[in-house]
């Protein structure tokens, strides 16, 4: 019994994983749309979205770009989060898996 909560739990934290990757998928190519000007900024719909994302994932990547050398223009705090995560859902998989 205590084997199947351990899978739910791990179940829910990759869930939660992937939300978040795909949260800065989206975030990513909004301000892709926004910097090529494929999308106007003053699209007042992307730009609530892309403030919303961004006040979520902030609080997650503010501990990353502390850590990180400045790069200028490129933030790569996102690609390091995502890589974080993959890791993070293979090392829940493989805990699921073991037992």
Not at 34 to 51: G, I, K
Request: hydrophobic residues 60%; proline residues 5%; without cysteine.
């Amino acid at each position: 019994m205590a084997m199947q909560g351990l899978a739910v739990l791990i179940d829910i934290l990759v869930m939660i994983t992937q939300v978040l990757v795909m949260l800065i998928i989206v975030q990513f190519l909004i301000g892709l749309a926004f910097a090529f000007n494929v999308v106007s900024p003053s699209n007042e719909f992307l730009r609530q979205v892309y403030d919303s994302i961004d006040r979520l994932l902030t609080p997650v990547l503010r501990p990353i770009r502390n850590i990180m050398p400045n790069t200028g223009a490129i933030d790569f705090s996102p690609l390091v989060l995502i890589l974080g995560l993959q890791i993070l859902i293979r090392v829940l998989d493989g805990i699921q898996r073991s037992y």
